[in-house]
């Protein structure tokens, strides 16, 4: 007994010695700045009537994970896959290891982890809950896009973000595990968003062209987000569930970088340092409206004519998107994996894109480079299976 309490002390006394040493000379504490609470063990909830990970908070890492099903993936055994994920789900967001998990301190901190599964088209055939919406396949061909670089299409995805990098790749992990008797992966990207701390929550985010990206975006709390993002009733097994379009988009940065700062301000309309329209003065900030009727003092439209948000503005508010959107950036490629959801892409994603495809200044440094869509399952409680609705 008295050894065992010798040595303790001896450990407290060199770990103090080891916390003094960080302390400034003098002796004074000073704030470091750098004491934030730990936010791993932070739970989202993952049952209710929507998904998880579509209007919950984002996380600051995300991979979208693409397969393609094996040929004897048949109904019952898609059954067995929706209930292995639903536990899976339950388990990895709430911070506990699924079954057999070798590693199950990796599972221990899930800071904010959501998991968001969705389905091409083949999903449904193979449960005869045919047939697929109209929207559920490729998009239509765009003039500028350069697809086929390995990212499009997929029969089932998965989107995995968290707030700590380890929490999505140890997830990422036991899911593919638990998945691979069913499915083979198809293909796989890597985002990434401003890490929490970094800014007050709920700041917009800034994409690798430095521009504060989501800023004019449906909020949840707006009367009509639910009719322009959640599918209806009229939908059958998906309703609830939502239509996800990403789009690997290539920026070239190295050109971005050489257009002087009015130029990259022109090309979108908005102001890189606080986002503001150039309708209005420096620093009226974001979220002032933007003017595209308002002239500058030469008579010229203040927002371009040719400026991406007037391109991408909708005057049919029922054509509006939820955009939630990474950045990627692979080390030799880098981009945006724009994201958006909405009930139906054929008359929300593609007339906007057609827009854009046509005219749009930015479009000398943006490059659509891969094309998914996928129907978004609706969300399931306690005590019910992910993808339930398919097998009614
Ligand atoms: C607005 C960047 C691609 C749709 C914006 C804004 C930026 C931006 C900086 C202004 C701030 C904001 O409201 O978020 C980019 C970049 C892209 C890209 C860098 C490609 C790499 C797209 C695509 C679409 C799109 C593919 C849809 C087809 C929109 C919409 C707005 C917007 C709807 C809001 C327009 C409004 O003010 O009403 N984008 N964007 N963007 N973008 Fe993009």
């Known amino acids: 007994g008295a050894a065992f309490g010798t040595g303790a002390l001896l450990g407290l006394g060199g770990g103090l010695a080891g916390a003094r040493a960080l302390q400034p000379a003098g002796g004074e504490t000073e704030p470091s700045g750098c ?18 990970g579509v209007v919950t908070p984002p996380g600051a890492n995300i991979r979208y994970l693409a397969y393609e099903l094996r040929d004897e993936t048949d109904a019952d055994a898609l059954g067995r896959m929706f209930r292995i994920l639903t536990g899976d789900i339950e388990g990895l967001t709430s911070g506990v290891a699924p079954l ?56 089932l995805l998965l989107v995995v973000q968290a707030d700590d990098a380890t929490a999505v790749a140890h997830a990422a992990r036991m899911l593919d595990r638990d998945l691979a008797s069913f499915a083979r992966p198809r293909w796989r990207q890597h985002g990434f968003r401003q890490a929490r701390g970094a800014e007050s929550e709920g700041t917009t985010t800034r994409n690798l062209m430095g521009q504060l990206d989501g800023t004019v975006n449906p909020a949840p709390a707006d009367e009509d987000f639910a009719s322009l993002v959640w599918l209806g009733e009229e939908s059958g097994p998906l309703a609830g569930g939502t239509a996800l379009v990403l789009r690997r988009i290539r920026m070239e940065l190295d050109t971005w970088d050489q257009v002087d700062r009015p130029g990259r301000e022109q090309s979108v309309g908005r102001r890189l340092s606080d986002g503001s329209p150039l ?79 046509e005219v749009d200044l930015l479009n000398e440094w943006v490059t659509h480079v891969g094309s998914a869509v996928f129907a978004i399952l609706p969300g399931f409680r306690a005590g019910e299976t992910l993808g339930g609705s398919l097998f009614a």
Do not use: K, M
């Open 35 to 52: 004491e934030a609470e730990p936010f791993g063990g932070e739970v989202l909830p993952c049952h209710g009537a929507h998904q998880a």
């Open 100 to 155: 057999a998990d070798p590693e199950p301190e990796l599972a221990a901190r899930p800071a904010r982890l959501a998991i968001t599964v969705g389905i091409g088209p083949e999903v449904l055939r193979r449960v005869a809950a045919d047939p697929a919406p109209d929207w559920l396949g490729p998009l239509p061909v765009f003039s500028r896009d350069r697809l086929g670089t390995g990212y499009d299409g997929g029969d």
């Open 279 to 357: 309708s209005s003065p420096p620093g009226s900030g974001e979220h002032t409206p933007a003017d595209f009727a308002a002239r500058d003092e030469l008579g010229l439209s203040a927002i371009p004519v040719a400026a991406h948000i007037r391109r991408a503005h909708s005057s049919n508010p029922a054509e509006r998107i939820f955009r939630r959107s990474d950045n990627y950036d692979d080390g030799t490629e880098a981009g945006l994996l724009f994201a958006c959801y909405q009930r139906d892409p054929l008359t929300q994603f593609v007339p906007i894109q057609r827009r854009l495809d």
